[in-house]
């Protein structure tokens, strides 16, 4: 029910999009969020969006060069990633918090109840 893409290798400094394709139109109520996940490392935040794209949240370490954003018409989220880094080399994951209409987003992967299969993205130095 959820598919990233958009994933690629690309050289510090740079930028990618990604994107999560949802069905159903259910997932329009549902906060939205990406992970990541890098070799040996556990599941993190990275960002996150509530029901309506009116209220985000981001991790620290990506704050002024991630936006999370969602086209509810489309049934899409996109995560734009500027200023690449090393350390944002994992593989990235989108999330569904299937609580309807709710606008408190939560950090932890265990709240969140959908994933999608993920998408590599490796930055160079």
């Known amino acids: 029910q959820l598919q990233a893409s958009g994933g690629g290798l690309v050289q510090a400094g740079g930028s990618l999009r990604l994107s999560c394709a949802t069905s159903?139109?259910?997932?329009?109520?549902?906060?939205m969020g990406w992970f990541r996940q890098a070799p040996g490392k556990e599941r993190e935040f990275v960002a996150g969006i509530n029901w309506s794209g009116g209220i985000t949240a981001y991790a620290d370490s990506v704050k002024g060069r991630f936006t999370i954003s969602r086209d509810n018409v489309k049934n899409m989220v996109y995560l734009q990633m500027n200023s690449l880094k090393p350390e944002d080399t994992a593989v990235y994951y989108c999330a569904a918090d299937k609580s309807p209409f709710r606008n408190s987003i939560v950090v932890l992967t265990s709240q969140y109840d959908y994933w999608g299969q993920g998408t590599q993205v490796t930055v160079s130095s």
């Open positions: 159903g139109r259910t997932f329009s109520s549902y906060i």
